[in-house]
């Protein structure tokens, strides 16, 4: 089965710029989680979607947005982009089940995209 | 709000040596708490998943346990190997009635061969 899939890998942007990055879940997931690595902060949750559905959102601001297609495929934008918004941005699928109960499952991580911003 | 906290820090220990890596949380009301492994420059590889209901996990030389009470989770290696050197991370998911997941910082960990 293959994993998460993030493209692109790394991108080079400056500030002001714009950018999306996106993420391919494993088969079958409907979950996917985005997340923000940096040095100083650690990593942090920026928003998940289920269903296409934004379930929960990151203390972010409103210049990072996210989708969800209907095949799983999420999508992560950044708008005028800021040099702290330099980060490794990893994306995170997993298996929920509803019916007899929410049931939360392990997260699987994609190797993520390096964003640059200079 | 959850707080998730990773000690110690840093961690070096010869080849061979058994180890405990320690996660605290501030909220007792989680989904499960997760440990990951993560590689200089890589993405996270899980490690061990254990549910609220569950006191314990194993994985090979791998042993995690859970004790929500307390909100504390420990991470055992068992004969420790040049190869377990990374940063391991330790994630609480589902806070405030949401399915967040809110990592620790880390613990880096060098085996020395």
């Known amino acids: 089965k293959a994993g998460v899939t993030q493209t692109p890998r790394y991108l080079i942007k400056t500030r002001g710029q714009q950018v999306t990055l996106s993420c391919s879940p494993i088969?079958?997931?409907?979950?996917v989680s985005w997340y923000q690595q940096t040095p100083g902060q650690g990593l942090q949750f920026l928003f998940e979607?289920?269903?296409?559905?934004?379930?929960n959102k990151g203390n972010f601001p409103g210049r990072f947005s996210g989708r969800q297609f209907s095949n799983s495929r999420s999508e992560m934008n950044v708008s005028t982009l800021e040099l702290g918004d330099s980060a490794l941005y990893l994306c995170?699928?997993?298996?929920?089940?509803?019916?007899?109960?929410?049931?939360?499952?392990?997260?699987?991580f994609g190797p993520g995209t390096r964003l640059t911003v200079l | 709000k959850q707080e998730v906290t990773q000690i110690p820090a840093a961690l070096s220990v010869p080849e061979g040596e058994n180890l405990v890596l320690n996660c605290s949380f501030t909220?007792?009301?989680?989904?499960?708490l997760q440990w990951f492994r993560q590689d200089p420059g890589k993405g996270l590889t899980s490690l061990l998943l254990?549910?609220?209901?569950?006191r314990e996990q194993t994985s090979g030389r791998l042993n995690a346990s859970l004790d929500k009470s307390s909100g504390r989770s420990t991470l055992y290696i068992a004969a420790s190997q040049p190869g377990d050197s990374a940063t391991y991370l330790c994630?609480?998911?589902?806070?405030?009635?949401?399915?967040?997941?809110?990592f620790g910082a880390g613990t880096r960990l060098f085996v020395k061969a």
């Open positions: 995170a699928s997993s298996l929920l089940t509803s019916g007899e109960g929410i049931r939360t499952d392990t997260q699987y």
């Open positions: 088969s079958g997931h409907r979950s």
């Open positions: 979607y289920f269903s296409e559905t934004q379930r």
């Open positions: 909220d007792s009301a989680i989904y499960n």
């Open positions: 254990i549910q609220s209901s569950q």
């Open positions: 994630a609480v998911r589902g806070v405030g009635g949401g399915f967040k997941t809110i």
